[in-house]
């Protein structure tokens, strides 16, 4: 049998490589791209098809014991100002009454689930606001998770069948976003520099070890 013979069998029926390509994004850059986003290009309108492929991930994400219990309601421009008056942002920083004139959110992703909030909705609901976050960050959007809203209104103004739990806001990113990286008992609050830059402390992951 000819020298390499085996190694060139494989080449002519599998390619030139054995080697895996790396497809889009590595995990560690969309982390990093995945920060919350108070301030958004209020030029860029996301549609409906945009907030609806976000949404999608949930097809394929973790539940626990396979409940699926979440339901999602997509908001687009021409009703989001329903949601803005019903909406905190930035508790950390209420001085700055955020988001900032003609940087607000316009299309927002409301959840809802089909049975009372318990343990097991609260992991389904991690899993997949983390998952949508991540789905809009790997197409050039951001966006943040509301958990301070209006409840009774949200669920009149949009003719909720189930019970909001959380929004999220999706949107092109208007802000400079930074991670601070910190020990344990240091502050962990979120702040913005002299230049603007909002700052995100992390606990370092020497101190994550227990």
Do not use: W
């Not at 103004?157 to 802000?175: H, N, Q, R, T, V």
Request: contains cysteine.
């Amino acid at each position: 049998m000819a020298d390499n013979y085996l190694e060139k069998r494989y080449n002519e029926v599998f390619g030139q490589k054995k080697t895996v390509k790396k497809i889009g994004h590595s995990l560690d850059t969309l982390l990093l791209q995945n920060r919350s986003t108070r301030g958004y290009k209020t030029d860029f309108k996301v549609s409906e098809e945009i907030l609806k492929k976000i949404i999608g991930v949930n097809t394929k994400i973790a539940s626990a014991r396979n409940q699926q219990v979440l339901r999602f309601k997509p908001v687009t421009f021409e009703n989001a100002k329903i949601v803005l008056d019903n909406i905190k942002l930035g508790g950390a920083l209420p001085e700055l009454n955020l988001p900032l004139l003609g940087t607000e959110p316009n299309a927002f992703i409301i959840v809802c689930s089909t049975i009372n909030e318990n343990k097991n909705v609260d992991i389904d609901l991690g899993i997949s606001l983390q998952s949508m976050l991540l789905k809009a960050v790997e197409i050039g959007l951001n966006g943040v998770i509301i958990c301070a809203f209006n409840h009774d209104a949200i669920t009149k103004a949009f003719d909720l069948k189930y019970s909001p739990l959380a929004i999220l806001a999706i949107g092109k990113s208007a802000e400079k976003i930074r991670i601070e990286e910190i020990s344990e008992n240091q502050n962990h609050n979120y702040y913005r520099d002299d230049l603007g830059t909002h700052v995100v402390p992390k606990v370092k992951i020497e101190d994550l070890m227990c």
